[in-house]
């Protein structure tokens, strides 16, 4: 008897330090607040499309993103989250991976200090960015089972296994709806998309969904980048209401900037990896169409769209990249691809590297300081006069691409439940609640619904965009002999997109105000690991991104 009541004391005592230092810390909520005075003063912005409407969802409770973790997180100190700062945020993949090699972090601290700190700004209304839809309420077990198998001798420290990724709310995820931010979908539960089956096989923690441009924002006309009816409006953490979130893929530029995940996925059509990416200082690529299974993913183009990786480093980049490769047999445009050579990409510089110039560049200043760096560091500058060629017949493209490709996308992705079939279903179910769920418009859903070109004279366009789009950049990639062509931000994305082929953003540096600006390399099909080369390179000698001042 005397034995047992020392075991329970022991016991006991064991419980109490446990206590003392895990106490549980005060629940934190997010209130919705009278928005009146926040749109009040976005009416005198000078843009017209960030005249917002609305800055939260109202369908959506933010609260519901992380009640999943409830009790973790109550358990999950401030002073925690503080301490793990130094291994986490700015880090690259290889360098959390080094600290939790070294005992220095956890797999499961390091998804908890996301989901903390997500919620940490979030439920700030002075603070939130509206940069995430969902949380995946298996992400914490999925690490603790990591850390429980962990084998650190054999650890690689270019893997992406253990790190939480965020994927753009189009890309399907087993467990979470995949609603392209739009109400008519907010019940669509699907299987993983391809690109999601890849990640998770290399051991990637899909952290959750991050907000977007509704419907990929080919849906509403001159509306605000990042809004979406079920994520709110995404904002721009180097300034916030101030500068435009980018988009389509809007909350991953967003999530990625802010540090929400080691890293985040996309999709771009014409610009919207490029665009984001640019406008959040991060590294975005827009691979060769083809290079990345569509399959899963919410479509707009089967001839244009692609997912990308976006982060915060091209090493990440190329890492995630890798990850994500796999020849998709339900998408007979993916090709098989073999791995980029990550230590090639790290040990690139750019000596006798020669980059096409685009004159009218040359009046932004950044992008002059940016070519100064490339030639201190070696390389030759070729400039070239490319014009620019307008590009007729993009809209109706897109337009006949999406009649078309929606249907399929919801007869073989798409949850059995749903009713739709076609784009002038939603179209029909948005009327039914307009200033819920299109308070912006549907404009271009409309326009969907109302071209009437014939698939031959489709085909037709597409190759006639084709045509023009590798003819911008083929003079100076074939004749003027230059391994890429140097642009700015999403500058020109559409005659990358039409061309099939890839573009890298690297972050370049910050305007007057403040707003980051980034320096494109663009190059010919299936030039990935060039372009990843080029950029590691240029990272080199200009290391621009810095961390959003409020947000560090």
Not at 91 to 102: H, L
Not at 329 to 340: G, L
Not at 493 to 520: C, D, I, N, R, W
Request: aromatic residues 8%; charged residues 25%.
């Amino acid at each position: 008897m005397k034995k047992l009541l020392v075991v329970f004391t022991v016991f006991a005592l064991l419980i109490a330090c446990k206590k003392e230092v895990k106490q549980k810390e005060p629940a934190v909520i997010w209130e919705a607040y009278d928005e009146s005075v926040d749109l009040a003063a976005q009416q005198e912005h000078e843009s017209e499309r960030m005249r917002y409407k609305l800055v939260n969802s109202v369908v959506t409770d933010k609260n519901s993103i992380w009640e999943p973790f409830i009790t973790e997180l109550s358990y999950f100190s401030a002073a925690e989250y503080e301490g793990l700062k130094p291994y986490i945020l700015e880090k690259s993949i290889p360098e959390i991976n080094k600290s939790i090699k070294e005992g220095k972090l956890t797999y499961e601290q390091l998804t908890l200090f996301y989901i903390y700190r997500i919620r940490q700004f979030e439920s700030d209304n002075t603070l939130s960015l509206n940069a995430v839809i969902a949380l995946n309420p298996e992400a914490v077990r999925i690490a603790i089972d990591l850390d429980e198998n962990l084998d650190a001798e054999a650890m690689d420290l270019y893997s992406i296994k253990g790190m939480p990724i965020l994927i753009k709310d189009n890309i399907g995820l087993a467990g979470i709806p995949t609603t392209a931010g739009a109400v008519a979908l907010k019940d669509n539960m699907v299987d993983d998309a391809f690109i999601t089956k890849q990640l998770k096989e290399s051991g990637a923690i899909i952290l959750g969904k991050a907000n977007l441009s509704e419907w990929a924002y080919f849906f509403c006309s001159g509306c605000p980048l990042g809004y979406s009816a079920l994520g709110g409006q995404t904002m721009n953490p180097y300034g916030r209401m101030q500068f435009e979130s980018g988009g389509s893929s809007s909350g991953s530029g967003v999530a990625g900037a802010a540090n929400y995940a080691v890293a985040t996925v996309g999709t771009e059509t014409s610009g919207s990896i490029l665009s984001p990416s640019s406008k959040n200082s991060i590294v975005g690529l827009k691979p060769t169409i083809g290079k990345l299974s569509r399959g899963g993913i919410v479509p707009i183009s089967s001839t244009l769209d692609t997912p990308g990786p976006m982060t915060k480093s091209v090493v990440d980049n190329a890492i995630l990249l890798n990850a994500m490769l796999g020849k998709d047999k339900a998408d007979s445009s993916t090709v098989e691809s073999i791995q980029v050579n990550l230590k090639e990409i790290e040990d690139a510089d750019l000596k006798g590297k020669r980059f096409g110039v685009i004159k009218a560049l040359k009046e932004d200043s950044l992008y002059v300081a940016a070519l100064d760096k490339i030639a201190k560091a070696g390389a030759e500058l070729v400039e070239f006069d490319p014009g620019s060629p307008g590009l007729s017949g993009f809209i109706t493209l897109l337009n006949i691409d999406m009649k078309i490709d929606l249907p399929y996308y919801f007869a073989d992705y798409g949850n059995k439940d749903l009713s739709y079939k076609s784009v002038k279903d939603v179209v029909n179910f948005n009327k039914q609640d307009s200033l819920i769920r299109a308070p912006y418009g549907q404009q271009l859903f409309e326009g969907i619904v109302s071209d009437t070109t014939t698939v031959e004279e489709l085909n037709v366009i597409k190759s006639n965009l084709e045509a023009l789009g590798r003819n911008f950049f083929n003079t100076a990639l074939d004749d003027l002999k230059v391994d890429a062509v140097l642009s700015i931000n999403n500058y020109h994305a559409g005659y990358a997109a039409v061309a099939k082929y890839p573009a890298l953003t690297v972050p370049m540096g910050y305007q007057e105000s403040g707003e980051p600006m980034s320096l494109t390399f663009i190059g010919k099909q299936f030039e990935e690991e060039k372009l990843l080369q080029l950029g590691s390179a240029y990272e080199k000698v200009s290391k621009e991104r810095k961390t959003p001042k409020k947000y560090q």
